[in-house]
Nanobody, 119 residues
């Protein structure tokens, strides 16, 4: 079992930056694949960025070059550095931890943090 708590959301002007954090507890954090998702009003939840247990990263095309996902296994934390923010980045951002054990997928979600990009 993993418990996830996001923080760092808020209101920022276009072109600004925010850093989201996700604190984990309850299990061996280092063995999980970690994701950031976002969901804007009226839209489906979309995958923004992924970091594997080995540190490999992938990004949605819409955020490549602007967002950076990272993890600190010693602190049981993951982060999403968001630069050059655009109004279309406005959404609730969620962190997710995923692990496959004995053919079963275990996934855990945080409660979400609001990011609003507006002048």
């Amino acid at each position: 079992q993993v418990q996830l708590v996001e923080s760092g959301g808020g209101l920022v002007q276009p072109g600004g930056s925010l850093r989201l954090s996700c604190a984990a507890s309850g299990s061996i954090f280092s063995s999980y694949t970690l994701d950031w998702y976002r969901q804007a009003p009226g839209n489906e939840r979309e995958l923004v960025a992924t970091i594997s247990s080995g540190g490999r990263t992938n990004y949605a095309d819409s955020v490549k070059g602007r967002f950076t996902i990272s993890r600190d296994n010693a602190k049981n934390q993951m982060s999403l550095q968001m630069n050059s923010l655009k109004p279309e980045d406005t959404a609730v951002y969620y962190c997710k931890a995923v692990q496959s054990r004995n053919g079963i997928i275990y996934q855990y979600w945080g409660q979400g943090t609001q990011v609003t990009v507006s002048s």
